[in-house]
Every structure is written in C-alpha cells, then in structure tokens.
C-alpha cells in the first residue's frame, strides 16, 4: 500500500534470517493472492469481486488481510483502474472492461509478519502506450530494488528508482511521470513502518541499509503528470489530468547475497 510522504526515519531495523523467513512466508500470501486475482480478473467483474477473491486466499491460508480496517480502510486490497494511482476502493460500481489497465496492492499478515506487494495488468488488450506504461514501471522497480544492498544508503534506491525511471522512458519509448509525494516504506511487524522512500532523489541519503533491512519498494508512474488528488472518500489518489498509471511493489530484504523479494509470485511477473 502507498505510502504518503512523512518526516524522516532514523534507522531501517534490521531482520535475523528466521524474521526474513517469516516475513517471506507472509509475503508468499500476499503473492498468491495475486496471482488468484490475475488468473480470474476479466471483463464483468468488479473490483469488489477481485476483493473477495483476495480475502478467500489470505484467510484460507491463515493469515489476515492487513489492509482490511487499516485506518478505516473497508477492504482487502486496493483496486485501482486506470487514472487511479493507488489506494482504490473495490466496489460493485466498478466493472472492469476491455482495455482497462487494473492496478492491485495487497497485504497479509501472517504470525505476527506484514507482506506487502502490489502489481498493474491489462484487461486483455490495451493501447500500446498503456503497455508500454506498465512494462516500463516493472522494469524501474527491478531495477531499483538493484540498489538495496548492505551499505548503501535509503536515498540511494530512490536514486536508481528514479535512474531507471529516466532509463525506461528511452527503453520503452514513453514519457513517465513519478508521482509526487507518494513512495515505500519500512515493513516489518506492521505495515507502514520508518523509513519513507522516495522514488526518486538525490543518492547518499538518509539510514544505511544494514544486512536484514526490509524496505517496500513501490515505484507509481503516469502517462501525464506528477500531481495527484485525494477524493472525497478520503483514499481513492487519481492523477490531476485523468492520465493513466501503473504501480509495482515487492517487499524487498538487503541481504550479503544481494536483494532478496519477500513476496515471492508462483508465476513470471
């Protein structure tokens, strides 16, 4: 789930292996709860269907939708179609169509662990400039999750996000625009956890990343703008301009073998 921009955090806390496995097992959850939602997501549904699908998965495996009740959140997940950055409110309203590009970010929490991950897919075909929207904002999040390794600094991933950002726009033909104010964050035993991370900055900033530092990594571009609104339900963020966005997010550990995705897919991204 997005996290809005607040004060600087102090330190990353660092996880033992046997907290990296349980967080991966969380995340796992999360993963297959994804791929349930892809695998039945077609034209008809509603993102309130997709919702159910999610909370049957997570419960079924024993764990608890962590958005469900965040903050008065009303659901499992957050659905977001086309002009809506993040934090979509399923509904019956909603009901996918052909062409619609569906953003879903979802969380559970597994014994006492939070996995947190999001990723956008097509409603069969879209327009080549959405796709090319989508696979160049999976691409910027590989890429920037590159830098989260021991030593390095939080600012440093904002860094590569935003490197890779400029990258992707000649590599996929596009222009992208990284949404303001919106970013990751630390991940642990709750869900939005110090530090935020920005998606782009300047490098050699902020907390070192220590062996075992876990940081949610969610990369959110758009077709047309950096600017967002909040509407009145006081959590759907939709682009100012009506442009279209695609969001990507994985839990990601720093470990001595390089990163290390905690919210593992059962299927090729």
């Known amino acids: 789930m997005g996290f809005r921009k607040r004060r600087k955090g102090r330190s990353i ?5 046997a907290e990296l496995d349980a967080m ?9 709860a994804l791929v349930n939602i892809r695998e039945a ?3 008809g549904m509603s993102t309130k269907d997709l919702d159910e699908i999610a909370e049957t998965t997570i419960r079924e495996a024993g764990a608890i939708p962590t958005f469900l009740g965040y903050q008065g959140f009303p659901a499992s997940i957050c659905a977001s179609v086309n002009e809506v950055i993040v934090h979509g409110i399923p509904n019956q309203e909603t009901v996918l169509q052909e062409g619609d590009l569906v953003s879903i970010d979802c969380g559970a929490t597994y014994e006492g662990w939070v996995g947190d991950s999001a ?55 596009v222009d992208l625009f990284i949404v303001d104010g919106y970013g ?11 530090p935020y991370l ?13 062996e075992g530092s876990v940081l949610a990594i969610e990369p ?22 009506g442009s279209w966005s695609s969001h990507w997010e994985h839990t990601v550990a720093a470990t001595s073998d390089g990163p290390r995705i905690l919210t593992p897919r059962s299927i090729a991204d």
């Open 119 to 173: 990723w956008t897919f097509p409603i069969g075909e879209v327009d080549e400039e959405v796709a090319k929207l989508n696979e160049a904002t999976r691409w910027v999040l590989y890429e920037g999750m590159k830098a989260m390794v021991p030593g390095n600094r939080l600012t440093d991933v904002s860094h590569a996000l935003e490197l890779a950002t400029r990258a992707a726009e000649k590599k996929f033909g």
């Open 13 to 17: 806390p660092a996880k033992t292996a």
């Open 198 to 210: 920005a998606n782009e900055g300047k490098p050699g900033r902020g907390p070192i990343i220590a």
């Open 24 to 32: 991966e097992a969380a995340g796992a959850i999360v993963g297959r």
């Open 184 to 194: 990751g964050h630390g991940i642990g035993h709750t869900m939005h956890e110090e």
């Open 220 to 241: 959110m571009l758009t077709l047309g703008t950096c600017d967002s609104a909040v509407l009145e339900d006081d959590w759907t963020v939709v682009t100012i301009d």
């Open 41 to 43: 997501a077609r034209p």
